[in-house]
């Protein structure tokens, strides 16, 4: 799909340089798609394995159909990339949806009609896999934490 989509002009991109989210998410699978695990049943790193090589071999031909620029990406270059139509598939939460549904913008406006959400594909694994965040899907703070009273100690 990205060589073809690549080839009419309507590459995708998914980042992978200091994005926290987006690429965890997506790189997770593709290990995961694989058979590849990060630490196994009894939390020993296992993720040197003939599975993650070809999880590995698998991404780098992957990268080939990217528009250039996704080592550099932060969380926001995915979305700002997909608004402005210069990609047209990329992993991404709400986020993009969410921005083309509230803009002022007519022409990005419009593209909330045209987004689809789809799950990651099953790879040689056999097994449809995803790793998302929540915590960036909560607000923290310092006023809702109620401190309790300190103990005295008895002397």
């Avoid at 998914?14 to 694989?34: I, Q, S």
């Avoid at 780098?60 to 926001?76: A, H, V």
Wanted: charged letters at 15%; one cysteine or more.
């Amino acid at each position: 799909m990205m060589k073809a989509l690549k080839d009419k002009g309507t590459p995708g991109g998914f980042a992978l340089g200091h994005a926290t989210g987006d690429a965890n998410t997506w790189c997770h699978w593709l290990v995961w798609t694989f058979g590849g695990k990060l630490v196994d049943a009894k939390n020993n790193v296992v993720i040197n394995s003939p599975e993650t090589l070809r999880a590995l071999e698998y991404s780098k031909e992957l990268y080939g159909t990217f528009i250039p620029g996704t080592l550099s990406w932060l969380d926001p270059n995915n979305n700002k990339v997909f608004l402005d139509g210069q990609i047209s598939v990329t992993n991404n939460g709400i986020s993009i949806y969410y921005a083309s549904k509230n803009s002022k913008d007519p022409k990005i406006n419009a593209l909330q009609t045209d987004i689809n959400h789809a799950r990651y594909p099953a790879g040689p694994a056999g097994v449809s896999s995803a790793c998302h965040l929540f915590m960036n899907q909560m607000i923290f703070s310092t006023r809702s934490i109620r401190r309790r009273p300190r103990s005295s100690s008895a002397s």
